[in-house]
């Protein structure tokens, strides 16, 4: 048996370079798959109005994806360093920017979608054991202004102990990380491939698809889409221009269903041959859930009419998809498949996470602590801060009220603040792709075992769709795009005390 490599820290401990291909593939595929699939289908519908453009959506979504991977490939192959799109962004362009994504990535990317992977697991678990519910308390809501509470119901409370196992799990070694990722990731893309299997052998509808071939490009019941600004006029799926905002906007559901792809960049220092691994895992991944995304969709068509992916209740596409087979019982069926995906989904995210904030600390820009490993070899103090974060946004809640009845109800503040990030992400996907265009100018000569497929073309063609999109976003989604900004920017005094407290400098 081989031994396992090791990468050096100098006057620490070695990171345990455990993971090879099929690990690497199954932390990109694992983190990638979490609830979107199940549910964001419905809202694109809505916006675009038929099968045909529904489809068109993934197609764009995995074009974004698989080109944004191939071009990380030849980044993560030239500095297989912990941290990944941090470091990439920090040689690109200089430590504020790296340090600005490490920022935004710790305070809400990360471990705000954790807190909402997690409770998105206690509330299909819900579904299987009734005393795990959102409005059974164990702290009821404690309301603090008129617009924001805490509390601490079942659900959350479940979320939590989600939260908290996987961080102890992920303590122990990246060996033990690993066997969960795989385990699950595996059982995930086999309950896909049978949703997809349930379509094509089981539920051929010729009702359902005779609709949606018919009106295959006609748009039916489509949601107008108005902008924050009274310059820009409100449009609809109904108009050529409609049909191209309809379908950038629809890309925040699919976009980022497929999104944390690049989490397997952050834990470069633990992957066996990162030079070769990482480009590899990162095309596999991407490539095997996007070729599942779309084939999913597929079902769903054969099995729904297009006006039913759009009411679904509570968007829930893929339990009324299977409904169509197994009635009643499709409930607790895709309860079980979500409550696996999302654990999967989390342990990945968890796994990864802290290895950059790992690296901003060697680089003297996080707190001294964080930039050490335990005994099991891995970054335990980030693992258990990250946790810490993770479960405090757990706790805090939006107040809502029912225009009609006035009857009040509780949001979570963290899905607030992933809605803000969202333009934000997609900016630091652009600049690390951008940073692509500048290496190859600045560090002609560095070493690069594995070269961008298509460059300039595709990762050129990836900023033009990006940016349009993100220009849309800014047009017609304003108020979820100027607050990630100042989260972003929030970061820049942040970014100054930490430099004035030490003497940063990138360490190897």
Same mark, same amino acid.
């Given at each position: ?7 050096t ?27 979107g ?79 909402a ?29 008129a617009?924001?509470a ?32 795989n ?18 052998l ?27 600004? +009274?310059?820009?006029?409100?449009v609809s799926?109904? =108009? $050529?221009?409609? !049909?191209?905002? /309809? @379908?950038?906007?629809?890309?925040? *559901?699919s ?44 079902a769903?068509l ?18 009324? +998809? ?7 019982? =499709? $409930?607790?069926? !895709?309860?079980? /498949? @979500?409550?696996?995906?999302?654990? *999967? ?5 968890i ?51 029912d225009p ?15 809605d ?14 951008? *940073? ?24 050129g ?17 304003t ?30």
């Open positions: 048996m081989m031994e396992e490599q090791t990468t820290v100098p006057g620490d401990r070695k990171f345990v370079q455990a993971l090879g291909l099929l690990d690497s593939t199954m932390i990109v595929a694992g983190s990638m798959i979490g609830s699939i199940f549910i964001v289908s419905a809202d694109i519908a809505r916006q675009v109005g038929s099968s045909g453009w529904l489809l068109v959506v993934w197609v764009i979504t995995g074009l974004l994806t698989v080109a944004a991977a191939l071009s990380y490939g030849e980044l993560a192959a030239m500095m297989p360093q912990a941290g990944g799109q941090y470091v990439y962004l920090r040689q690109a362009y200089g430590p504020l920017w790296g340090f600005l994504y490490g920022w935004t990535l710790f305070l809400v990317i990360q471990t705000g979608t954790i807190a992977v997690a409770v998105g697991l206690a509330r299909f678990l819900g579904v299987l054991v009734p005393a795990i519910s959102a409005t059974r308390w164990v702290v009821p809501p404690l309301n603090l202004s617009h924001y805490v509390s601490l119901s079942t659900q959350q409370l479940a979320g939590i102990c989600v939260i908290f196992l996987l961080t102890a799990i992920n303590s122990r070694g990246v060996k033990i990380g690993k066997v969960i990722q385990v699950f990731t595996s059982a995930k893309v086999l309950a896909l491939a049978a949703l997809v299997g349930l379509g094509v089981c539920a051929w509808h010729g009702g359902a698809l005779h609709a949606n071939l018919q009106d295959f490009w006609t748009p039916h019941h489509v949601a107008s889409i108005k902008s924050d600004f +009274a310059w820009v006029p409100a799926a109904l =108009s $050529a221009m409609g !049909m191209f905002v /309809a @379908i950038c906007a629809a890309q925040v *559901g976009l980022f269903s497929a999104d944390a792809w690049n989490n397997v960049t952050f834990i470069a220092g633990e992957v066996k041959d990162p030079r070769r691994n990482i480009p590899a895992a990162l095309l596999l991944g991407t490539a095997l859930v996007i070729s599942l995304y779309l084939l999913v969709n597929l769903y054969v099995m729904l009419p297009v006006a039913a992916i759009q009411y679904a209740p509570d968007d829930r596409v893929a339990t009324a +998809a299977i409904g169509t087979v197994f009635g009643n019982g =499709s $409930a607790v069926i !895709m309860a079980i /498949a @979500i409550v696996v995906s999302t654990f *999967g989904c989390n342990n990945g995210l796994l990864a996470g802290a290895r950059v904030y790992y690296a901003m600390a060697r680089d003297g820009l996080f707190f001294r602590s964080i930039g050490s490993l335990n005994a099991a070899r891995v970054p335990a103090a980030g693992l258990w801060l990250q946790c810490f974060w993770a479960c405090l946004l757990v706790l805090p809640r939006t107040r809502l009220h009609v009845t006035g009857a009040e109800a509780y949001g979570n503040l963290y899905g607030n603040l992933l803000y990030v969202i333009f934000a992400v997609l900016i630091f996907y652009i600049l690390t792709i951008g *940073g692509l265009f500048v290496l190859r100018r600045s560090q002609p000569h560095a070493p690069r075992p594995y070269r961008a497929w298509g460059y300039p073309v595709v990762p063609a990836y900023l033009v769709m990006a940016l349009a999109i993100a220009m849309v976003l800014l047009l017609y989604k108020q979820t795009t100027w607050p990630g900004l100042l989260i972003v920017l929030a970061g820049v005094p942040v970014y100054f005390f930490w430099r004035g407290r030490s003497h940063p400098g990138p360490k190897p």
